[in-house]
């Protein structure tokens, strides 16, 4: 049963839809064909950074892509808008293995606890200090007014659109950027985003191009600002294997087995001296661009019994060379989209360990869990919690206060905190840093129960449960892919 007023909603939503695909469908058509130049370059813009995005082209051009990125970071960091002292406090887990949703599958997951960045809670809104002129926190009028904070400026997509590339004050991992569209215009999911992805892509090599919704409580943090996040981690998604496999064109489509449901399109192999380079090209992102198409459609909305409105996705693409000895010079392309429902939440058991909406990053398989972690699980896992003669009462208050957050979860999860004789601190600001990383990090008992909490919050955030290979292919199915 569609909702009231929801049919007016699908009629001019697929109007749109229809003009914009047909727009980047002739678009592509030519940026394949060479009729266009689709070529990032720098841009010639004099009020965002023009000097040192000049500097950065001259670098990239010299040196190569990496020792440019190297320089925008060493640069950010010099001048204290990147907070290394800060960033060094974050803990990371050593990645693990699990049994995949399927016989004969596994899947990978990282955890890690970021104590350089305020938590955001989903539905709360964190007042900003905001340049003059700008709009929104990523708008280019920061650039420059920031302390420290600098740009590298291109053209991107099949339009030539002018944006920037910065890196964020807290990055989560190595070479961790963020390209932003110069014009203030809204975070939008078309067929326009996979064509900027994908031309972003090409001229980035062996970076990972991730794109979140459009939709709130559903990943993205600034919604109000077309932005895509970039990262040079391989995340751990684009290892994961297959559950079943489909093609389109020449494009491989697999429905993967991983704790989110997610589909990957990778185009035809081929180097760049291949005559089918172009076919193989659009294959694949027309494949990306019909599922799209059908995850936001009436039809799969009736399927899973939401309202269309609330069907969107995030998209992570790569073009990763070949290492391989008997494939030197290829390059594998693909697209992974993870299809997003808003209102799939994390459960509130686990809101102890996470209440921030779960981003495209973490949907990837990497977890940025919130810096109270650290001393939390310090307290609970590692001091213990069972009451002791000589406590304080603010001591035994905070005792009190970590059970009834985390005592549930500690009986889901089967943890079962060590006892002490003695009275030990658990106050964040008594606790030695070092100590507290090495010992929690270190903790077998602490990784196991993060990871299986951080694969139940993918799940819980997955727009369907990804056990379930008949919607899947349903899915699949309407978007001609078989």
């Known amino acids: 049963m569609i909702a009231s007023g929801f049919s007016v909603y699908y009629v001019v939503n697929k109007l749109l839809r229809y003009n914009n695909r047909c727009q980047f469908q002739e678009n592509l058509d030519n940026w394949l064909q060479g009729k266009t130049t689709h070529d990032l370059s720098a841009a010639t813009s004099h009020d965002v950074d023009c000097e040192f995005s000049t500097e950065c082209e001259t670098i990239r051009r010299r040196d190569g892509l990496f020792q440019m990125l190297d320089h925008m970071f060493r640069t950010m960091a010099d001048e204290q808008y990147i907070q290394e002292e800060r960033i060094a406090l974050n803990l990371r887990f050593p990645p693990q293995t699990f049994p995949g949703y399927t016989k004969n599958t596994v899947f990978s997951l990282e955890c890690s606890v970021n104590c350089s960045k305020p938590e955001l809670k989903t539905g709360v809104l964190k007042p900003r200090i905001l340049a003059p002129g700008a709009k929104c926190v990523l708008c280019k009028e920061h650039v420059g007014v920031k302390e420290g904070l600098h740009a590298w400026c291109l053209s991107v997509g099949l339009k030539h659109r002018q944006f920037f590339l910065q890196a964020p004050p807290y990055p989560y991992c190595e070479n961790h950027f963020v390209l932003i569209e110069k014009e203030h215009v809204a975070q939008a999911i078309t067929p326009d985003t996979i064509g900027d992805m994908w031309t972003v892509a090409s001229f980035l090599p062996n970076m990972y191009i991730c794109s979140n919704t459009d939709l709130s409580g559903t990943g993205a943090s600034v919604l109000q600002h077309r932005h895509y996040q970039i990262v040079s981690k391989r995340l751990p998604i684009c290892d994961a294997q297959s559950q079943f496999a489909c093609s389109f064109g020449s494009a491989t489509v697999e429905f993967l087995s991983f704790p989110c449901a997610?589909?990957?399109?990778?185009?035809?192999?081929?180097?760049s001296s291949d005559k089918d380079a172009s076919t193989a090209q659009f294959d694949c992102v027309d494949a990306v661009v019909k599922l799209l198409d059908a995850w936001r459609s009436v039809e799969m909305a009736e399927v899973l019994g939401v309202e269309m409105c609330h069907q969107?996705?995030?998209?992570?693409?790569?073009?990763?060379?070949d290492a391989s000895a008997s494939n030197v010079g290829a390059t594998t392309k693909e697209i992974i989209i993870i299809p997003r429902t808003s209102g799939r939440a994390t459960r509130r058991l686990l809101h102890c360990i996470k209440t921030e909406f779960v981003g495209i990053l973490e949907m990837a398989g990497f977890a940025i869990l919130p810096g109270r972690l650290k001393a939390q699980l310090h307290a609970l896992l590692v001091q213990g919690l069972a009451p002791c003669?000589?406590?304080?009462?603010e001591e035994s208050a905070t005792r009190d206060q970590l059970l009834g957050e985390f005592g549930p979860w500690m009986k889901a999860y089967g943890i079962?905190?060590?006892?002490?004789?003695?009275?030990?601190?658990?106050?964040?600001?008594?606790?030695?840093?070092?100590?507290?990383?090495?010992?929690?990090?270190?903790?077998?008992?602490?990784?196991?129960?993060?990871?299986?909490?951080?694969?139940?919050?993918?799940?819980?955030?997955?727009?369907?449960?990804?056990?379930?290979?008949?919607?899947?292919r349903v899915w699949l199915s309407m978007a001609g892919v078989h």
Do not use: W
């Open 312 to 321: 969107t996705a995030s998209f992570i693409c790569s073009f990763v060379d």
């Open 389 to 393: 003669e000589g406590s304080t009462t």
């Open 416 to 472: 079962v905190p060590p006892e002490r004789t003695s009275p030990v601190p658990i106050h964040a600001e008594a606790m030695h840093p070092e100590q507290m990383s090495t010992e929690v990090v270190e903790s077998d008992v602490v990784a196991t129960a993060l990871y299986k909490s951080f694969a139940d919050i993918m799940e819980d955030n997955s727009a369907f449960d990804p056990r379930n290979t008949g919607i899947a």
């Open 262 to 271: 997610a589909v990957r399109v990778r185009a035809a192999s081929h180097t």
